[in-house]
């Protein structure tokens, strides 16, 4: 399987439209989306929902399937991501022999819609594991990256990840293990055998490739 990994659109249809002519020349299976859909503010009469629905129509024109839990500012999207089909928060979901699960949200200093703690980040990829658990190949999703990698680093250099993420791994040991959010913390990382992958922000041209 040939996964497509994009991630922090942040509300820039504008880019997505233009960028989105360029992945139609991808050869991949499916897009896994590890969140932010939308942002603080959206243009003028437009709704957190409305923002979502456009970027979901043009995922759904690569007629490919597509998986993703809500970022930090998505917590309105969550009844929605559900509705279409395309989630993995708090769940799993079954493709082939692949099993993908994952919980959204992360911690941030600036109060956004969805910061949920490390206990119910854990407890919701466990619920979503247990649900996929006998699948030969295992993809974890979360919109925070695990603790201490490449991938939760700062320009400064600090580590600003999730520690209970982190332990997730390292006892379930999944095959991959996407996230986001830190825009500037872009690339791969491993913990024991699991790959680490932070896409980076669409918008500015970045995507991961599996």
């Known amino acids: ?85 395309i989630s993995v928060h708090n769940k799993g979901v079954k493709i082939d022999d692949f099993g993908f699960y994952g919980y959204g949200g992360a911690r941030t200093p600036f109060g956004t819609p969805f910061e949920p703690t490390d206990s119910e980040i854990v407890n919701g990829l466990k619920k979503g594991y247990e649900m996929i658990k006998d699948q030969k190949f295992k993809i974890q999703v979360t919109h925070m990256p695990p603790a201490r990698t490449v991938i939760d680093r700062l320009y400064n250099g600090s580590h600003v990840g999730s520690e209970g993420i982190r332990d997730f791994i390292q006892e379930f040991k999944p095959n991959v293990a996407i996230s986001s959010h830190i825009h500037e913390a872009k690339g791969f990382d491993d913990i024991g055998n699991s790959m680490l992958i932070n896409p980076g922000r669409f918008p500015e041209g970045n995507a991961g490739f599996i």
């Open 1 to 85: 399987m040939k996964i497509l990994t994009l991630s922090c659109i942040h509300n820039d249809i504008e880019n997505l439209m233009i960028l989105f002519d360029q992945i139609k020349k991808i050869d991949f299976d499916i897009i896994v989306f590890p969140g932010d859909f939308t942002d603080l503010n959206f243009p003028k009469g437009f709704e957190r929902i409305d923002i979502a629905r456009i970027i979901v129509a043009e995922f759904m024109d690569l007629d490919k399937p597509i998986l993703s839990v809500p970022g930090s500012w998505d917590k309105e999207l969550i009844e929605y991501l559900d509705k279409e089909k």
